[in-house]
Structure formats: structure tokens, C-alpha cells
């Protein structure tokens, strides 16, 4: 590479839980930037959230993202002309990353009134291991587990 790495930009933990893995999650979820309308979507799935299962919701939503957080992944590689499927390790960063990305689209791809309801109904899924995020992650680690005999061409 011809340049250096772009630095990472330090987030700013969010006002309610000052945590910097919600602002992250909230900046994901946004769309248009209106960051306000976001953040109030996102605590009221939370409260909802705390409502349905009678646990604190932002503990519910860290279980969650930790039961959808994939551990191995599929990339492919071209060899030889046939192109293999190589299961490697999850970077942290992307792993986190994934995790949040695949729990806010299983979360527009359901059927709701709300965005907060969606969401409220895909984290409780996603704490119970289920629903759409959780089985994205189990497809990934199949798809990993199915293709380790190509491990040997490590990417």
C-alpha cells in the first residue's frame, strides 16, 4: 500500500449507558443522519425490550450481540483457476462489526409497526438464540465447517 492506514476516529460513548459499542450500534442504524431520532428509536427498543422479557434491556442487548457475533468466517481465494471457499478467524473489530450490521437488517426485514418494535422483537429473538441474526451466524459457521479441509490455503 502506498499509504498509511486511515486513523480511527475515537467515538463518543452514548448518553444514557456511556457505552461506545451503543453509539456504534446507533451509528449503524442510522440512516439520513439524524442521530437524535435514532438514539430515541433505539432506547425505546430497549425499554420494550425490558418490558417483554422483565430484565434490564440493555443487558438483554449485549447478550444478544454476543449470541450473533460469528467466531469464523468464509473468504474466497483463487487458486489455480477454481475459486475456494477458505474458512479464517473473525478479526475483533469485525466481529463486533458484523454482529451489529446483521441484528439491524434482520431487524428492518421484519414485519412491525415501528423501527423500535422491530428492533425490540429481533433482540429478544437474537438473546434466546433465534430469529434471523443468530441463524446467519449459524449458516456462517457451517459454511466455515463445511469448507475446513481447504483451511491449508490460509488467505
Known sequence: MR???AKKLPLAPDPKFNDKNVTRFVNCLMWGGNKTIVLSIFYDALDK???ATSEDGYEVWKRALQNVT???E???RRIG???FQIPTEVRPDRKISLSMKWLIRFARER???TMADKLSNEIIAAAK???GAF???EDTHRMADANKAFAHFKV
Do not use: D, L, M, W
Request: glycine residues 12%; without cysteine; positive net charge.
Open 70 to 72: 460469528p467466531a469464523v
Open 135 to 137: 441463524k446467519k451466524k
Open 3 to 5: 499509504k498509511a492506514q
Open 129 to 131: 438464540n433465534e430469529g
Open 81 to 83: 483457476g477454481a475459486t
Open 49 to 51: 425490550v425490558a418490558k
Open 74 to 76: 468464509v473468504r474466497s
Open 111 to 113: 414485519n412491525g409497526r
